[in-house]
């Protein structure tokens, strides 16, 4: 029996998230249909993460078993060929491809053996509403003081029960405590001259929408509407409603998965 | 009789063209609609440009007339409303907007009276695909010379018949003579460092897909497959298969229409 491992990237714009939903064009529900096609049997895929609807992913991971005779790396191409449109599909850009495949021993669980993860989370910060890129990043159009968001930033790294970045909704957790290895936020232009925020945030596991609320929290220390000094207290407090919005989807990447604790606290 | 003047942006990618068709989601089709209901009256606008599939505008140009109480900068507002998804839009952002209007005299059109455009065109030179500007640049993966494509353009500026740059299927013209003010190709970088070629250019008017073929022909003489000093016997031939190939709609953009003969020559 092989087990593979893939690493895939994907815009996430005009799928319903990554789980396979009936009726509904979903990350892994494209995923198991070509590589069944490729495969030449029924596939099922474990991904790493569970991304939303409009979430995007540089780095997603998924793994899948099977006895099939096609070599690893022929099976990408292949099932990439599909993805791109399939038979004229020379040049031709889908949005979700595998960039990368390699056999796994039997045992490992592209999910369970995860240790850790990075998400990047994008911010156009300007005045003017610019239609290009509103499903790739979050624009905001008040000025955000990016010093603010980097003092909020600084309480949210290191282990605490993060329950009030928790929405409702998501799959019951046994513990709401995790642990937040870096969480920087770097500053920058477009092309064109307009401000950009990038965040980029690691930890050993998120809750659910929990870097879209962290994100929605900074922003709003960005923007005046919450004093940075008060995050440990909103962290103890355990309570939603205390901290920030919800940022939209649009903005969100899974940057990295990572299956070796040592790469996730030194990278 | 109000005659109204419309600067116009969009991202072509979901839109089967600027010219209204049955059952098919227009650029014209759209604004029409929205017009008609924010100006409760049945509008028809005329624009400057009848642009492809998936070509994208920057400053696409519209007129329309009609007798309606209200005033032209409400009339903005309100449709760009519904544009971004009406009601509750606030913060939603959608693929078609307008950035101005203008009451201008009644016996003015947004096409017949335009004196020139300008298109750019953006490719992506790097060897890997990215999936998320696919739908915004043109991908060339094998590496540009952009020195010959330069020369090459230098060949294509001025007033020539361009019978060689036009595709079949357009509406019949009287004249293949056209005057190209200028055609510059600037090089730059994305965010990430890939290479970028911007090519810009301007002329009193574009025969169908002139801009496509032009650029395909500067990416052949980029890619070695036209010697970039031939430019002026392909010219002289008016032979279309001569000339390179028709570049993608996803690179093109309609970045300005010019009323003043004066602004096209000098800016």
């Keep these: 029996m092989k087990n593979i491992l893939l690493t895939i990237e994907y815009d996430g714009t005009s799928f319903a998230g990554w789980q396979k939903q009936p009726e509904k064009r979903t990350v892994q529900g494209e995923l198991e249909r070509v590589l069944s096609i490729v495969c030449n049997c029924s596939i099922q ?59 796994v021993p039997e045992n490992f669980h592209a999910r369970f053996d995860a240790k850790g993860k990075k998400y990047v989370y994008k911010i156009l910060n300007c005045q003017e509403t610019q239609i290009f890129s509103r499903n790739l990043v979050y624009q905001v159009r008040k000025n955000l003081d990016a010093e603010a968001m980097k003092q909020a930033a600084a309480y949210i790294v290191g282990t605490h029960d993060f329950k009030c970045f928790q929405a409702a909704g998501g799959e019951e957790k046994k513990t709401t405590v995790r642990t937040i290895y870096s969480l920087n936020i770097n500053e920058g232009k477009t092309e064109t001259g ?54 939209p989807p649009q903005g969100l990447y899974l940057a990295k998965v990572y299956y070796n604790l040592e790469d996730l606290i030194c990278l």
Excluded: C, W
Aim: no cysteine; aromatic share 4%; glycine share 14%.
């Design 45 to 103: 895929v474990n991904g790493t993460s569970r991304t939303d609807a409009g979430v995007h992913a540089l780095g997603q991971r998924a793994s899948f078993k099977g006895d099939f005779g096609i070599p690893t790396d022929r099976l990408m191409l292949a099932a990439n060929n599909i993805l791109a449109g399939g038979m004229n599909s020379i040049g031709k850009i889908g949005d979700l491809r595998i960039t990368s495949a390699k056999d």
């Design 194 to 247: 307009q401000k950009t925020l990038l965040l980029e945030v690691k930890g050993d596991g998120f809750l659910y929408n929990m870097v879209r609320i962290i994100t929605g929290t900074l922003v709003d220390a960005g923007l005046g509407k919450i004093n940075p000094e008060t995050l440990p207290e909103i962290i103890e407090s355990k309570e939603r409603q205390r901290a920030g919005h919800t940022a």
